[in-house]
Nanobody, 126 residues
Framework: QVQLVESGGGSVQAGGSLRLSCAASEYTYSRSCMGWFRQAPGKEREGVAARYIGGIGTYYADSVKGRFTISQDNAKKTLYLQMNSLKPDDTAMYYC???????????????????WGQGTQVTVSS
């Protein structure tokens, strides 16, 4: 059964940091492009970062470059999103996603991903 379980969300002040985790089942983890998306109230879901688990290829949205870092722990089958210098505009529900293929230039499209977690809320106050 395909499962993605996010954790690590919370409330922080602007300038603070959070680290999100996404624990994946074996099926999704070992052969996937995995990514983080976010959705703020009244806005469309947008791609934040993605990484191909099986090799090279890391992608970031321009809005988070230099502040967010996507990484993985293969032993734990877990994807991370380290978020530094958080801004109120980063407030959103954050979702982990997986696609059984390599990442590509289309990584930021929600249609590219087949599997989704339930989301974890991140709130940044000014």
């Amino acid at each position: 059964q395909v499962q993605l379980v996010e954790s690590g969300g919370g409330s922080v002040q602007a300038g603070g940091s959070l680290r999100l985790s996404c624990a994946a089942s074996e099926y999704t983890y070992s052969r996937s492009c995995m990514g983080w998306f976010r959705q703020a109230p009244g806005k469309e879901r947008e791609g934040v970062a993605a990484r191909y688990i099986g090799g090279i290829g890391t992608y970031y949205a321009d809005s988070v470059k230099g502040r967010f870092t996507i990484s993985q722990d293969n032993a734990k089958k877990t994807l991370y999103l380290q978020m530094n210098s958080l801004k109120p505009d980063d407030t959103a529900m954050y979702y982990c996603a997986a696609a059984p293929k390599i990442c590509s230039g289309r990584w930021s499209s929600i249609e590219y991903f087949s599997y989704w977690g339930q989301g974890t809320q991140v709130t940044v106050s000014s």
